[in-house]
């Protein structure tokens, strides 16, 4: 760390700059938590090595095999800090209605205290990092900036890779005058001294106790949507937990979709999608422009247009191999954190499904690998990689302006009833199909696993504000010069009486893909039934795989009773919000559950 890096608390910017609200808050935080040292982030390559050494010779990182793995680390977490906590994540409105039944809520002012408490003294004898970053390309009108203050030199690596940190960001908040604050300490990494806060009407996010990605880099889930949800209502956008991908067909045409599943349920795996050989040999392409979350607005031309917030990927390693991912392995050869995975006896990083002929020696937690003692690697183990190292990265996720989206595709881990694809007939009901998402609960967050909850629109941990507002926003943009993409609904995860996966996933949900664009165009052939419009296997281009009597009929059926039963507690659902829920929402619920019994 350059010694002119260093500066006193209220020296970021000239005097009288836009930057004083920034001075004023720093010092703030400095006064309450009282750190030995102060360092502004310039986001610097020295800035980084300085870090990455002072972490090394700590032990926070252990260096990995600089053969194999060049410029790469582990770090091993606490093993009670491994995952989201949804139980100590709070939206603190003024009224509790505005958080709604889909948070956890406190009142502002005994929030403030409760957590400024555990703030109180916390970073004496560490340093406290002033992290500038800019979420979305720094010259794009669709991006916000947010400052991070943080005594995690681990969170300030992590921040480099995952947003635009350092100058060019604290240039545009000066610039801008307004930020978003995010106050973060790993404090003693006590369970029972673990809280994440939000206060979207102060634009501030205060974190205690975790140093688990989600929980403490505060520019991902709690600035991208718990807070830029908040912001993207009041400005008319939207702030999604959405991949977004493109793709280019034979003859060099290129749609993008936007994709909302829940954590771990394969958004990183299909925007890094490779097509089928016999696709790529016909000459289709796919390119990624983000994995995790997608900030979009209205065009001129009243279409979506689409800026990926963030600048790196925070991927989840189990499951990831050359098979099912090569795009995610070849970006994560070099220049690479993970985070809690296993190590081979020559310090090689190791996951369950990494499938390349190693052994782990070594389990996450740092002890000799048993497999009696569970996996190698915790499930929820991630590495954290720049999106530049990613070869279908899309030149276009650069771009200021964003890319146009053509569909817009909700899904989760449904094991039964959901077949393979559906499409929405129209807006209204494309917003009731995301309202209505279910998934089996992962490893993503803590608790238990494999559990059937309602997570609409993949946002149930990260909408900053009440559902029932939140489809209300959604239900507005479809408005008289809106050129809205079509939704759809998708389930990679369909199980047959088995219990194994009847879709083969992965590349081949590029077939899935294909049909929809097909829709858009209005080519693609469809069957209308009370839950959308469905293909038949005919309508899909299935050649080179095959499926079972019983996969064609799961993957492409139609269940009346079962969705009959699926929209009796989807009603349920939404009377949960009381009157807040939008009439629009309920009456297309009606109407479908009408046509249900039709018979
Ligand atoms: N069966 C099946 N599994 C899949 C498919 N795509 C992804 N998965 C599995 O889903 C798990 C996680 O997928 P990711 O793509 O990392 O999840 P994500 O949605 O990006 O998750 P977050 O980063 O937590 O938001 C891994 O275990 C994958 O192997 C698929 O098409 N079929
Ligand atoms: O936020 C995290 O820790 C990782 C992630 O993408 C998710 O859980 O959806
Ligand atoms: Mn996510």
Known sequence: MSADARKPVNQAGTANSKLAALNTWVAEVAALTRPDTIHWCDGSDAENDALIAQMLADGTLLKLNEKTHPDSWLHRSHPDDVARVEHLTFVCTTAQDDAGPNNHWMAPAEAHAKVDALFDGCMAGRTLYVIPYCMGPIDSPLSRCGVEITDSPYVVANMRIMTRMGAAALARIEKEGSFVRGLHSIGELDPDRRLIMHF?????????????????????????????????????????????????????????????????????????????????????????????????????????????????????????????????????????????????????????????????????????????????????????????????????????????????????????????????????????????????????????????RRDPMAMKPFCGYNFADYFGHWLSFDTSGAKLPKIFHVNWFRKGDDGSFLWPGFGDNLRVLEWMIGRVKGEAHAVETPIGHLPTGADLNLDGIDLSDEAEAKLFGFEREGWQAEFASIGDYLDGYGPRMPQALKDEQRRIVAALEKG
């Open 200 to 452: 979207p009407e102060e634009l501030t996010i205060k974190s205690y106790g975790s140093g688990y990605g989600g929980n403490a880099l505060l520019g991902k889930k709690c600035h991208a949507l718990r807070i830029a949800s908040h912001q993207a209502r009041n400005e008319g956008w939207l702030a999604e937990h959405m991949l977004i991908l493109g793709i280019e067909n034979p003859q060099g045409e290129t749609h993008y979709i936007a994709a909302a599943f829940p954590s771990a349920c394969g958004k990183t795996n299909l925007a890094m999608l490779i097509p089928p050989e016999g696709y790529r040999n016909a000459g289709w392409k796919v390119w990624t422009v983000g994995d995790d979350i997608c900030w979009m607005r209205p065009g001129a031309d009243g279409r979506l247009y689409a800026i990926n917030p963030e600048a790196g990927f925070f991927g989840v390693a189990p499951g990831t191999s050359a098979k099912s991912n090569p795009n995610a392995l070849a970006t994560i050869q070099h220049d690479t954190i993970f985070t809690n995975v296993g190590l081979t006896a020559d310090d090689q990083p190791w996951w369950e499904g990494l499938g390349n002929g190693q052994q782990p020696a070594t389990d996450w937690r740092g002890n000799p690998y048993d497999p009696e003692k569970g996996p190698a690697a915790h499930p929820n183990s991630r590495f954290t990689v720049s999106a530049k190292q990613c070869p279908s990265y899309s030149p276009m996720a650069e771009d200021p302006q964003g890319v146009p989206i053509s569909a817009i595709v909700f899904g989760g881990r449904r094991p039964s009833l959901v077949p393979l694809v559906f499409e929405a007939r129209d807006w209204t009901h494309g917003v009731l199909i995301g309202a209505a998402m279910g998934s089996e609960t992962t490893a993503a967050a803590t608790g238990a696993v494999g559990v059937m």
